[in-house]
């Protein structure tokens, strides 16, 4: 009697990010379940992305300009007795396609016609085998895919685990537990586990990155659904410099030590964060952090580290970040000065504010674009951009000039500084300074290259010229 015992059981995803793309593999784990996304195309090179917010509609599978023809989405890993499937599922406008849903091959529900309306589709059965979402498509449009729910039955109820997936930064102990008379198998590979797979017999201890894997068995030798979960440990990184060394998408801890942000830039929906400690600068991009310039930064910070065209940079942080940092007012972050031109083709120095002094302008044509460059007196050049929309000009004469700006990347090849000011170069000393501004509505800096109020006291630069300001 034991033996015929089933169990009811539910599982469910919804998608809250793009999770596949064409640059990933088309299998992925959506909540302990392996999923592999197939398709056909009518026209183009294939298109994945996510629509989101309260009116979202889920994983987009195709567009307007890379429509799909047939779409499935499929998926092993739900043992037993399927009986009941629902997917919340629509097309984006004038939308001309169908679902149909397999299980074991064979037909599982009736097939559903999509609208344009992000609808909850029930389909029911019973049958064993893989289960296959199965997409035809007729217009140019997109397919959607906000959720899925399966209800089955099996005769093993499924492992157990004594800690949930996520984030961790101490070394934890996971123990796993299964109805009496059976026998758990796990994997920490990310393979599914068989009978062959090593038997739990003891806690395990997990102190980094991995995806733990389980199966139950009786003792009839019939198996439970495999379940999963993945502990995410950063990379501890003891300063900037060592968060650089990391791949692309590498998620790190990094401790920040008197960190100093030595220029913020907004624009749109962008906040930039240009951070330096002593080992080295970084950007920090749409991080939910709130810093203003001259903060200074100590604490622990976890991100993932995305450089962008070359430029070291973390595209998003934990949600507790601003939990673990204090953050300070600092005094006026001061630029590096740099002496030769062709430091700043290294990547020594990208995100940090630089000033580079007695240098001439020159322009070259490159196809469609006429590019402008700071050139050094050992005829070294580095290209010049005004991504902070201040309006800087850079002169066309042959007077030479001291350059204020952030060092960044045009692309992985070539970096450019991100102008702040452009004066013209005086030696020591002042060159005929002047006691009142020369525009009252010309943007005001300061002699480190900051932009600052006008009501501001001291040796002040505007229009590329330096004043005093009592």
């Given amino acids: 009697m034991v033996g015929s015992f089933a169990y009811a059981a539910t599982y469910s995803y919804t998608f809250t990010n793009a999770v596949f793309s064409v640059d990933k593999p088309f299998t992925q784990n959506l909540n302990g379940i392996d999923w592999t ?45 399927i009986t009941a499937i629902k997917v919340n599922t629509s097309g984006a406008s004038s939308i001309e396609g169908t679902l149909d849903v397999t299980v074991g091959g064979k037909p599982f529900g009736n097939q559903y016609t ?80 068989t009978k062959e797979s090593t038997a739990y017999t003891a806690p395990i201890t997990i102190d980094k990155t991995k995806t733990i894997k389980a199966v139950a068995y009786n003792a009839e030798g019939s198996a439970s659904n495999i379940v999963s979960e993945t502990y ?107 002496n030769d031109v062709a430091e700043l083709l290294t990547g020594k120095y990208l995100c940090d504010l630089v000033l580079v002094k007695n240098v001439t302008f020159t322009s070259e ?41 952030i060092l960044g990347t045009l692309d992985e090849d070539t970096n450019e500084i991100f102008l702040i000011s452009v004066t013209e170069h005086v030696g020591t000393g002042i060159n005929a300074p002047m006691v009142e501004e020369v525009d009252e509505n010309a943007p005001v800096y300061n002699l480190a290259g900051q932009r600052v109020s006008k009501d501001t006291k001291g040796i002040l630069i505007q229009n590329g010229r330096k004043f005093i300001n009592k």
């Fill in 37 to 81: 996304l197939e398709w056909t195309l009518q026209k183009g090179e294939g298109y994945l992305g996510f629509q989101g917010g309260d009116t979202g509609k889920g994983l987009q599978i195709g567009s307007s300009g890379s429509p799909i023809a047939t779409a499935t989405l499929s998926t092993n890993g739900i043992s037993g007795t």
């Fill in 365 to 405: 044509v490159d196809g469609k674009h006429t590019n402008d460059y700071a050139v050094g007196a050992n005829k070294s050049k580095v290209m010049v951009y005004d991504k902070f929309k201040l309006d800087i000009e850079t002169p066309s004469d042959d007077k030479t000039y001291d350059v204020t700006g």
């Fill in 114 to 193: 999509l609208t344009t309306t992000a609808t909850d589709v029930d389909f029911t059965g019973s049958a064993e085998g893989e289960i296959k979402l199965n997409y035809t498509n007729s217009s140019a449009k997109a397919v959607y895919i906000k959720s899925i729910e399966v209800t089955y039955t099996v005769a093993v109820e499924a492992p157990t685990f004594s800690i949930k997936g996520g984030m961790y930064t101490e070394p934890q102990t996971l123990t796993l537990s299964a109805g009496e008379g059976c026998t758990i198998y796990y994997t920490e590979d990310g393979e599914n586990p």
């Fill in 232 to 338: 995410t440990f950063p990379v501890a990184c003891e300063n900037i410099a060592a968060v650089k060394a990391q791949e692309s998408g590498t998620l790190v801890s990094l401790t920040l030590k008197d960190a100093q942000v030595v220029y913020v830039n907004a624009y749109s929906n962008t906040t930039e964060y240009y951070v330096r400690d002593a080992s080295g600068s970084i950007n920090f991009r749409n991080t939910g952090l709130e810093l203003k310039a001259n903060d200074i930064i100590n604490g622990t910070v976890i991100c993932e580290y995305s450089p962008y065209k070359g430029l070291p940079q973390f595209a998003k942080t934990d949600e507790t970040n601003a939990e673990k940092l204090t953050i300070t007012a600092g005094t006026e972050a001061q630029p590096v000065e740099i």
